[in-house]
Nanobody
Framework: DVQLQASGGGVVQTGGSLRLSCAAS????????VGWFRQAPGKEREGVSC????????YVLDSGKGRFTISSDSGKNTAFLQMISLKPEDTAVYYC??????????????????WGQGTLVTVSS
């Protein structure tokens, strides 16, 4: 059974940092690409970042470039989203997901095999 569990959210001040973790069970990242998404209050869910071991593709949304870094552990079953220089507009519930399908990981963000539960990130001004 493909499952993911996200953690690491919290409350930080503007300019602060957080590292989100996503623990996978029932699969490794050789099987599926991994993506991070977020949903802010009153807004649609958007793709934040992803990576794929199968083709080496990575993606970070424009507003996160230079601030967000996606990575995984050597066991390929825990993914991380390191976020620095956080801004109030980064406030959202963050979700990790296992991605399937063809193409680079950004393309595969359209097809989610399984979602982790969300973890809330609040950036205070």
């Amino acid at each position: 059974d493909v499952q993911l569990q996200a953690s690491g959210g919290g409350v930080v001040q503007t300019g602060g940092s957080l590292r989100l973790s996503c623990a996978a069970s029932g699969f490794t990242f050789d099987d599926f690409a991994v993506g991070w998404f977020r949903q802010a209050p009153g807004k649609e869910r958007e793709g934040v970042s992803c990576f794929s071991y199968s083709d080496g593709s990575t993606y970070v949304l424009d507003s996160g470039k230079g601030r967000f870094t996606i990575s995984s552990d050597s066991g390929k079953n825990t993914a991380f989203l390191q976020m620095i220089s956080l801004k109030p507009e980064d406030t959202a519930v963050y979700y990790c997901a296992a991605l399937y399908g063809l193409g680079d990981c950004r393309t595969r963000m359209r097809w989610v095999r399984a979602w982790g539960q969300g973890t809330l990130v609040t950036v205070s001004s």
